[in-house]
Every structure is written in C-alpha cells, then in structure tokens.
C-alpha cells in the first residue's frame, strides 16, 4: 500500500536540517513518492515554496492530520547528488542515532577546498628564428640569466616554471620584463593530485567460465529489465569473483553509470587498482585515509565533474559524488573493517543499500566466507544468491591441508614455534625456489612483559590492556600509543625477573631467519606500513619476486594473488578462536578460509599448515575443507539456541565516562529504564558489564546487551533510553552509543 505521509527535510542550510516536517502526500503522487525523491512544499507562515527531501515515509500521522499540509509536486530530473547525501545523512542519523552533524561530516567529508596545486609553465611567445637572434644579443650584452633561460627554450620548447628557478637560477623579476615585451608568457594550469599512475592498460577482457559467465548474465538480466537487486556473490578462494565484478563494471559503463567499489583494507588497493586500471584505464581512482587531504579533495572533485566512473577505496569510497551511480560492489563483504567505530556507528553493508536504492543502483557483495546476517538474507531469499564454486584458473585447484596438533609436538619435544611438517614444508618450499607466507596475527615481538616473580604483566597506564614488547626495546599500547621502556624492576613488587612472554610477528620474523638462513624475508604488519605507500612496495617486492618469506598479520591473507606462493603457515590457529565475542569462531573460519586460499593460486600445487591447540573444532576442520554451507549451519544453530544474531536481534548500549562513578550510577539507571518500560517483551537483558577493554585512554566504558526477535522493540527501546538519556543530569558525562 502507498505511503500517505512524508518527513519532509526543507533544503534550507546545513544548519536547519537537524528536523523534519511532515506533509501529506496527494493521492496523484503516492505511487512516485519515496526515500530521497526532491519535492516542492508550502513551508512556513506565508506557505512559501521550498524545495525539500523525502526522509520517511509511511501512514501514521505524527500530529492532527487536519493540521497537516500537503506536498505541492515533485521536482522534474533526478535528485542531485548533494541532496541525495543529505538524505542519506539523515536516514544514518536515524539508523545509527547520530546527531545530523556528524552524518554530514560522514557523508560530506571535504567540505573545504584544498589549495590547488596549481602548475606553472614557461612559453616562447617567438618563433625559433627571433629566439636565436634574442639569444646572439645576450650573448653580446652577457645576460647570463636570459643566454640559459633561451638556451633551454630553444632545446626544450616550453619549461616548468619550477624548473627555472631550481635548476637555472632565473628568478620570478628577471621574467616580468621578458613578459612585458612579449618574449615570454607564464600560464598557471590546475594539476590533479592522481594517486592511480604507472599501470599500463590491457584492453582484452578475460574469458569467463561457465560459473562466472552464470553469475554476470544473472545480474546483466536483471539489470537491462529495470530490476536493481542485492546479490550475493559466493564463492570460493580463487574462484575468479574479480573477473565478474569487472564484466559487470563494464556493463554498467557501457549505460553511462558509475561505479564503487569497496574493499576493507588499504592493503588491497594496490593488487584490484592495478588490475581494475588495467581493464579500464584512466577513468579509475582511489581514496583511502592515507591519501593527502588534497589528493582527497582531488579525488572527490574529479567524481563530482564527471571525470571518473570508478571509485575504489574502504567505506567511505561509499560516499563518492557520482551524479550516475549504477552499481555499488562490496568486496570481502564479511570483513569487520565495513563497521565503523565512531559514530554514526554504520556498517557500509546498509548505508549501500540505502545508497543504492536512492541511486537505482544495484548492489553486489562478495566474499568467500560470507557473514552469516548476508547468508541468511541470501537463503531468505532477500538477497540474489550467486556461487562459484571452482576455482577460476584450470590449472589451480585448493592447497592440501595439513592440521597440526602442537599440543602432540610439545609432548613430542619439539618446544619451536615452526612444527616438524611445516618446518618440512618450508625447506622443500624455498629449496624450488618458491615462495611462502606466515600468518600470525599479533604484531610486535611479545605479546607483554611480565614478572615472573609475582605474575603481574605491565599495563599501559591509559587503558586496560597490557603493554606490547617491540625488539627497538620498547613497550606499546596498541590502543591509545603510550609507549615507555621496558623496566629494570616490576613496578608492582620490585622483582628484578621481569621478561617478555609470547610471540609477535617481530619475534616470528626473527625466528624464521633463524630456521631458514639465507630465505629473504618481507614483514607487513601496521609497524611496517605506517609510511604513505609502504603497502605498495611490500606487496609490490614480494609479487616480483624480491623475497621468499613474507610475515604478516591479517592484511596479507585477504584478497592477495600470488602464483609462486605454494605455502602457507598458519601459526597460531587459536588466537581468535576463543576471543570474548560471540562472532569468534566466525572470524577464526573467516581468517583461516582466507589465508588458506594464498596458496596454489597459480599453476603449482599448494600446502596449507594449520598450527592449533584445538585440531578438533568445527570451524578449523570446516576451514580446512573451504565449506563454508557446513560451517553456517553449525554455526547458525549455535547462535539460535543461544540467542545471537542474525537468528535473534542485538542492540548494543555502550556508556563510557571518564568518571567512574558516574559511570556506574548511569549504566544502572539505563538498565532500570529498559526493565521498566520493555522488561516482559525482551528475549533477554545482559549487563551492566565491562566493555572490552574496560579502559581506553582514560575513558571507562560498559555495556548493556537487550536481545529480541524483534527489530522493531529494540527500536523503541534504543528511542526510550535516548529520550532518557537527553533528559537526565546524570548522563551529563556520560557519551552514550548504540549498536544496533
């Protein structure tokens, strides 16, 4: 049924937009009316025309209907791409409870020019003859300045302004009289800051397999229909889910639509950019968090001028101003990396949706291992489901998998971290001068230092955490950055036996040349790529063939293709196994699913490593078969029969204060007002308890976990403790946050 009323957003100023209004619509436009359409209104005392953005709509008047006014008309074309943010903006501020400012500054990252960079260039105004001639006359007269500054003209044409000054030593007032005469001019052009250079473009498109051919035709269909659904695009490690993306990026282009592309890590960029550029050339770009401001602020321009039709980057490519959006893609659709932390706390997966559906745009996820809120739409049949389920190169085929119980090495007297078959594997590995990886995801050389007298590990002062032993000597939090020496004594009972305990990718590093002297060894991890473009290089020297080993944590087992690694080694299988958060075996699958697929990627066969205290657990046995429907359904019926999502809702409150005391009385009094108003409708209410770390940065925080089947009660409840929360002293130091 037509929605009868619409919230209304007056396009007035950024700063009058934190409310709606609410308009009837007229029987004639109640089928065109939606989300984001662009509507004339009468507004205010005088019923001035406005223009305005549909929000919401629905059929529950929010006040007497007789003191309702009705919309005028619509506004002819498509919503602009400004407004169409802003109606975005608004629905995350309602999503994710956000105040409308933050969604804008979300949504609206750049919102003041960047100093162009602007180029100078030298121009001979004289044809080469008279040139010369000005050149004798120098000459005669020993203008040193003008003899270089013609010399170089005649040789080269026209001249980088820079370059006359660095490099000739001509200063900005020996060229204004050679303006003045007409000798010379100085033109002054607008350079883009390009991040994406140096890749040559392959116009020939790669055949697709049959499975591949499937999954594009599906979606093709559906899309010359009119149709712009949400796909899920499943399949296998190395089954080729690149390749359809572009097939369906050239489709899309070929309309005259634009596209996104995300992927969860910037260590992705540099292997899909140079692929996507070679397929499609200039007309693709990046952004990411370490990009310049100005090469950002280019970036966005360019988008919004119509000068790209492919945007690749993390979530917040998402909110690239492209005027023709036709296809949003969601690569590694599982990756955690897609939710943000600060708010509005969103997931991209939803804001595309939105995004998409504003856009009349389609929408493809993508991943191997599949978060289990997309598997179940996709078998709900609220998602499109699309399986690959060979790998797309003939000649590759999955690694063979090798499960290690260290529990049997350390009874067998084998006290390294390397077990006798990967040790093995890795001798035959580097003998035929191929490559390998290691994956151990924890950086730094020991997980903490602690006293072996009394037991106590030294903790960051600021955060609830332990500190991490780096091999410079030095101690970090991985949260907030405190980092001090490592003590002579134990600060807590003044024992000289103090000593780093466990082992990081530092200490794996160190380890592995120790094992395997004379193997090049690569480490990537956020200590070695915290400098602008050191992703690039590492990935770049390794697919060159520049090292044999390459350490790393979570960011070299996603997405990465290289032929000539025929081994992985998983070293510590268990690390996030029994994490405190319900999704841990979840991750654990996801993460060994995806380092497994690393290997044998190319022609040569492959090994897979698992190194495990718990061999028999069903994420690590289904991970090392890749089955991925075995895993879900184990591990749906695990989630159902203890109340976790997707089988039950889960709405998250997060209070943190620097104020402990605070903090408590708050929490509290959040838990009464929720037992109050919905105890007898919740699945269940768990908490005040401790966040995770409980301290950061000085900053105390808990939570409150409301569980309930439906997400229309947790809406009201999350709208009960806001209501609360704005109205209450108690909560004046106290930030509250929803995760919904």
Not at 198 to 205: L, S, V
Not at 495 to 511: D, N
């Amino acid at each position: 049924m037509s929605a009868e009323y619409a919230d209304v957003i007056i396009d007035l100023s950024v700063k009058n937009v934190d409310r709606i209004f609410q308009y009837r619509i007229p029987k004639r436009l109640r089928e065109t009316v939606g989300i984001g359409t662009q509507v004339l209104v009468p507004f205010g005392k005088g019923d001035m025309e406005r223009k305005g953005f549909v929000v919401a709509a629905g059929n529950e008047p929010s006040f007497a209907p007789e003191r309702i006014k009705e919309i005028l008309d619509i506004v002819p074309g498509a919503v602009p791409v400004k407004s169409q943010m802003i109606c975005l903006a608004w629905w995350m501020r309602e999503r994710y409870s956000s105040t409308m400012s933050q969604a804008l500054k979300t949504v609206l990252p750049v919102k003041t020019e960047v100093t162009p960079r602007n180029e100078r260039t030298i121009r001979s105004l004289k044809s080469r003859e008279e040139l010369a001639n000005l050149l004798a006359e120098a000459e005669r007269k020993k203008y040193r300045a003008r003899i270089r500054l013609y010399r170089a003209l005649l040789e080269n044409g026209e001249l980088p302004y820079r370059l006359t000054a660095e490099k000739l030593g001509i200063t900005a007032a020996a060229l204004k009289p050679l303006e003045d005469r007409g000798v010379i001019e100085v033109v002054s052009e607008r350079k883009n800051r390009d991040p994406v250079r140096g890749y040559e473009r392959e116009d020939k498109a790669p055949e697709l397999n049959a499975e591949q051919r499937a999954a594009a035709d599906a979606v093709i269909r559906d899309y010359d229909s009119g149709i712009r659904g949400t796909y899920l695009l499943y399949g296998i490690t190395g089954s080729g889910k690149t390749e359809v993306y572009m097939e369906l990026i050239a489709h899309v282009l070929a309309a005259g639509k634009q596209v996104i592309v995300l992927i969860p890590e910037i260590s992705l960029t540099w292997q899909t950019v140079m692929r996507f550029y070679r397929r499609f050339g200039a007309r693709v770009s990046i952004i990411n968090s370490r990009l310049s401001a100005g090469e950002r602020y280019d970036q966005s321009e360019r988008a919004a001028n119509g000068e790209i039709d492919i945007m690749i980057g993390p979530r917040s490519a998402l909110f690239t101003p492209f005027e023709n959006l036709g296809l949003i893609i969601i690569d590694e659709e599982h990756e955690p990396a897609y939710q943000s932390e600060n708010a509005p706390r969103y997931h991209a997966r939803e804001v595309a949706q939105m995004r998409a559906k504003m856009s009349g745009a389609s929408l493809v996820l993508g991943s191997a291992t599949p978060s289990l809120e997309s598997y179940k739409r996709a078998l709900d049949g609220e998602y499109r489901l699309l399986s690959l389920t060979k790998r797309a190169k003939e000649e590759s085929r999955l690694a063979r998998v090798h499960i290690v119980d260290l529990r049997a090495e350390l009874a067998e007297g084998n006290r390294s971290i390397f077990s006798r078959k990967l040790t093995e594997l890795m001798n035959g590995c580097l003998a035929r001068k191929e490559q390998a990886m290691l994956f151990m995801n924890r950086r730094g050389y020991a997980n903490f230092v602690s006293c072996r007298s009394c037991g106590e590990a030294v903790k960051c002062p600021h955060c609830d955490v332990s500190l991490t032993y780096h091999r410079d000597g030095r101690m970090r939090c991985h949260y907030c950055g405190f980092e001090r020496p490592v003590p002579e004594k134990c600060p807590v009972c003044g024992s000289p036996y103090i000593a780093p305990f466990g082992t990081g990718t530092q200490k794996l590093e160190e380890l592995a040349a120790r094992a395997f002297p004379g193997a090049r060894i690569l480490r990537m991890d956020a200590d070695t790529t915290s400098k602008k473009g050191a992703h690039e290089e590492i990935l770049q020297t390794f697919s060159e063939g520049g090292a044999d080993i390459l350490i790393g944590t979570q960011m070299i087992v996603k997405g990465h293709d290289f032929p000539n690694v025929t081994l992985v080694g998983i070293m510590a299988a268990d690390l996030s196994l029994y994490a405190p958060d319900f999704r841990s075996s979840e991750r654990t699958f996801e993460l060994l699913t995806q380092a497994s697929g690393r290997a044998g990627r190319g022609s040569l066969a492959g090994d897979v490593v698992i190194q495990t205290y718990a061999p028999d657990h069903f994420a690590i046995g289904a991970a090392a078969e890749q089955d991925y429907p075995k895993f879900y359904e184990q591990e749906f019926l695990y989630r159902k029969m203890m109340g976790y999502p997707p089988a039950v809702g889960l709405l998250t409150v997060t209070l943190s204060s620097r104020d402990e005391e605070a903090l408590a009385r708050a929490a509290d009094a959040a838990k009464r007002r929720i037992e109050q108003e919905y105890g007898t409708e919740l699945r269940g209410l768990i908490g005040p308890v401790n966040a995770l770390p409980y301290k950061l940065n000085d900053i105390y925080r808990k939570n409150l976990y409301i569980k309930n089947e439906s997400y229309a009660i947790l809406f009201k409840v999350r709208k009960s403790v806001q209501s609360w929360e704005n109205g209450r002293d108690m909560t004046r130091n106290v930030t509250v946050q929803y995760d919904l």
